[in-house]
């Protein structure tokens, strides 16, 4: 049964934003992509306030994994892994560690005749927890990188289209 609340609990949390671009120049394991001017991150409310860079940034250097080449359409984004890592970080294990601290904490109270132990022990380890929690995070964060989820359209080879791309009707494009 615990099987079935992890997964709904990455069911439910919220898809990393991939945003889009072309690949300019190659760099070794890396690519430069000129992202598109329309992606979700100018759609962020603390982008559009002008309270984050990283909208500013029309030129990402990112991790080529699938092999993308100079003129590709691609997709960029997290690892899916990188971003339960992080969720997992941020909100399981502190609230894992303010539970089972008030769990210890009642036990403990109880033996000592000291019934507010529970809400000490409780937010003693959700502080002591999270301190470390929140250090592997920032390190989590700076060894990961965006990277190429998958190259949309690839000019060197017109017929190739990845799965997750919609194919536009003949009609359609006749009419252009």
């Known amino acids: ?31 430069v992509i000129r992202m598109k001017s329309d992606g979700a991150c100018w759609k962020c409310g603390v982008a559009a306030a ?6 500013l940034a029309k030129v990402l250097t990112v991790r080529n994994s699938r092999q993308a080449r100079v003129g590709d ?14 969720y997992l970080l941020a909100y399981v294990v502190p609230s894992a560690a303010l539970v089972l601290g008030a769990v210890a904490g009642h036990f403990l109270g109880t033996y000592l005749s000291f ?10 380890s959700l502080v002591v927890v999270s301190f470390f929690s929140f250090r592997q995070l920032k390190r989590l964060d700076s060894s990961s990188q965006i990277e190429i ?10 017929g190739s289209r990845s799965p997750d791309e919609e194919t536009i009707p003949d009609y359609v494009n006749s009419n252009s």
């Not at 997964?7 to 190659?26: E, Q, Y």
């Not at 019934?115 to 003693?124: K, Q, S, T, V």
């Open 50 to 55: 002008g309270l984050c860079t990283g909208a």
């Open 115 to 124: 019934p507010p132990m529970d809400i000490i022990a409780g937010f003693f």
């Open 1 to 31: 049964m615990a099987g079935a609340g992890w997964f709904v609990l990455f069911l439910i949390m919220k898809p990393g934003i991939p945003d889009t671009g072309m690949v300019i120049r190659l760099e070794g394991e890396n690519a």
């Open 149 to 158: 989820v998958s190259v949309l359209f690839d000019p060197w080879n017109p």
């Open 73 to 86: 359409s691609v997709k960029i984004g997290l690892v899916q892994g990188v971003q339960y890592r992080g």
